[in-house]
């Protein structure tokens, strides 16, 4: 099993399923592919099983227990007759705990910013060619269980009705610009000197995805970058520089109503969704009061995924945190707090940024249904993953 985690083989595996799973539009077409699942659980299983013998007790693996409890208690209490969906999601999460162990964060994070540096240029390159040619026309079209039309390209494709806004591989708009953020945020926790070549492009296709959450995200993650510049040994010329473009943000985010009123940015429609009165309006507003609304009636053991299905309004899946909270009940609330947890512990980052990071991943929680992506749940085990702990093979950066 040691050869078998370090072939390239089983690398690719892993990675082609772990990016089917992690919101590709090819999932929404085709939803059989969602059953990859079980075969991915399968196999990193085998190799978890295996490594018991040597294993301890740690952070993560208390994680792993305490989202398998929470799934069969209810499961048990709101019985329907219909546990599929737990046996998906329970196999989702094992995958990723699994994941998380045998790779090193620096290899996934590494082999995550290459392929989302190849995706975004195949996107820029597409959007270019969808709204200034015919040439990407010819695109087979395929619909969706929602009847929206996808011309699938499988390394790009583009939602027909919404040309203008750039989706790369993935089934909408706002994930892409959501792994945009995430990869940017990669770029800059992982290198001292940052490629702001790679930064600018990450930008360029946020632009292009026409997100109101992704605008959001992008000058949160501008405001992040010169939090993370700003160390000790900077000259105080500099400390200056950079506390005056926070505070300049922070302005900017203060005032934000009236530059959408005294200025052009008020005539982009996605950009309007962020002044006050759009956003305590939006759908996604609307989701959590709804989710909400569930989880007091079911607190203890949530509502369950059948009952919370049949309610469902205000598309009240995307925002994650209290959707998990409507379906599990209060152990729900564990998932949001582990990402915080996970924030809080890290201790190379200072106090504003981990306040920063907090902030951008509760917005990416609760603007998708995270719950649903693999990748999520890779990411969030890295967060809590005990440093001290040996994955179950040897670090193999040089892959990546």
Not at 196 to 204: A, E, M, Q
Request: proline content about 3%; charged content about 10%.
């Amino acid at each position: 099993m040691n050869s078998l985690s370090k072939s390239t083989v089983f690398g690719s595996f892993i990675a082609v399923i772990a990016i089917l799973l992690s919101g590709h539009a090819a999932v929404t077409l085709f939803p059989i592919i969602q059953y990859s699942a079980y075969l991915l659980a399968l196999v990193v299983g085998l190799l978890i099983l295996l490594s018991l013998k040597n294993s301890r007790v740690t952070t993560q693996s208390v994680c792993l227990a305490f989202f398998a409890v929470m799934i069969v208690c209810t499961l048990v209490t709101n019985w329907d007759g219909t546990p599929f969906y737990y046996l998906w999601l329970g196999c989702l999460i094992l995958s990723a705990y699994g994941i998380a162990e045998i790779y090193s964060f620096k290899t996934v994070a590494s082999f995550y910013l290459k392929t989302m540096t190849v995706l975004s240029c195949i996107a820029l390159v597409g959007y270019l060619l969808v709204n200034l040619t015919d040439l990407m026309s010819g695109l087979p079209l395929f619909m969706n269980t929602n009847g929206i039309g996808y011309r699938f390209g499988l390394i790009f494709n583009y939602i027909e009705i919404i040309p203008t806004r750039n989706c790369g591989i993935f089934w909408e708009p706002g994930l892409f610009a959501t792994h945009l953020a995430i990869a940017s945020v990669f770029e800059l926790i992982l290198h001292e000197k940052p490629r702001l070549s790679r930064l600018f492009l990450f930008l360029i296709c946020i632009i292009t995805a026409n997100s109101s959450a992704g605008f959001v995200l992008a000058f949160l993650i501008f405001m992040l970058y010169f939090v993370l510049k700003a160390k000790k040994n900077q000259s105080k010329m500099q400390q200056l520089l950079t506390f005056i473009l926070l505070v300049f943000c922070i302005l900017i985010a203060l005032n934000f109503d009236t530059i959408l009123e005294q200025t052009p940015l008020g005539e982009n429609e996605y950009l309007q969704k962020l002044s006050t009165d759009s956003i305590f309006s939006s759908t996604r507003m609307n989701a959590i009061r709804h989710n909400l609304s569930i989880f007091l009636k079911n607190p203890l053991f949530g509502a369950g995924v059948i009952k919370v299905g049949e309610s469902i309004d205000y598309v009240a899946d995307t925002s994650t945190s209290t959707y998990m909270m409507s379906i599990f009940g209060f152990m729900g609330i564990g998932y949001t707090l582990l990402w915080i947890y996970g924030i809080l512990r890290q201790k190379s980052f200072s106090f504003f940024s981990k306040l920063l990071l907090t902030v951008i991943v509760l917005i990416i929680l609760n603007k998708e249904p995270h719950h649903q992506l693999l990748f999520s749940w890779i990411l969030l085990f890295y967060l809590i993953k005990s440093p001290q702990k040996p994955s179950l093979t040897k670090e193999h950066e040089g892959r990546s």
